[in-house]
């Protein structure tokens, strides 16, 4: 009893439409729903938004749209676990059942592989897990590069630590933002991300680009036509 979620609110300001702005010949939010499409995981993938032309494009592609997302929670300001519980909420009135576990996939994250959702649903499945979040390895080690702003001016230099190199400092990582995964009980009664038990699944470095702006954009299109190119051989 896996749902998926897809959430893709109209009204980005870094990259405009980005969410049905064609990327390497398909909108954007294609690629999210294809990746569910393709793990065999999901019966129902549910798209919130507040666009009816996301909705649109959506539905062409397979995505389920059954209620309009509400304007408090489309702002730049909302918090992301909020929207998807409440898809989750309508998703259970909508099909008159209950979901064990939520997989949320980020619309603007469309390196992800179908293989990377089903192993990162192994993962949470293989261990006493609330929930899951995926990473990268950091590509700057905050223990060797880490400068702080201070409150009262100027910077503090002094806090990357003493290793002398950096191969022996603790490894670190950067969240991708691009899989979420919940059972339903944590979904209902939090709102963070980082708990006890919350699993870590780690992705390829080129994962690590999302959609934020039109530097974003060149970038993951650049590396989509790569991916597809090499797939072709």
Do not use: W
């Amino acid at each position: 009893m896996i749902l998926c979620t897809i959430c893709a609110r109209g009204g980005s300001k870094g990259v405009k439409n980005k969410n049905i702005r064609k990327i390497d010949g398909l909108e954007l939010i294609a690629y999210s729903i294809l990746q569910a499409k393709e793990s065999g995981l999901f019966e129902h993938i549910v798209i919130s938004t507040d666009s009816d032309e996301i909705a649109n494009v959506a539905t062409k592609y397979g995505g389920e749209v059954f209620f309009k997302r509400e304007a408090a929670m489309s702002s730049d300001s909302a918090a992301k676990v909020p929207v998807i519980r409440d898809a989750l909420l309508r998703s259970e009135e909508h099909f008159k059942r209950q979901f064990d576990t939520l997989i949320d996939l980020d619309a603007t994250a469309p390196l992800r592989t179908s293989e990377d959702i089903k192993k990162a649903y192994a993962l949470f499945k293989s261990g006493d897990y609330e929930n899951l979040i995926t990473a990268v390895p950091a590509r700057r080690n905050p223990y060797f590069n880490l400068i702080e702003e201070l409150k009262e001016g100027g910077f503090d230099t002094s806090k990357p630590c003493s290793f002398v190199c950096r191969q022996e400092a603790p490894k670190c990582y950067d969240m991708n933002a691009s899989i979420y995964i919940f059972n339903r009980e944590r979904l209902l009664k939090q709102d963070d991300v980082f708990g006890t038990k919350t699993a870590l699944y780690v992705m390829s470095e080129e994962s690590a680009f999302d959609i934020d702006s039109e530097l974003d954009f060149k970038i993951v299109e650049f590396l989509l036509k790569e991916r597809r190119l090499n797939a072709k051989g």
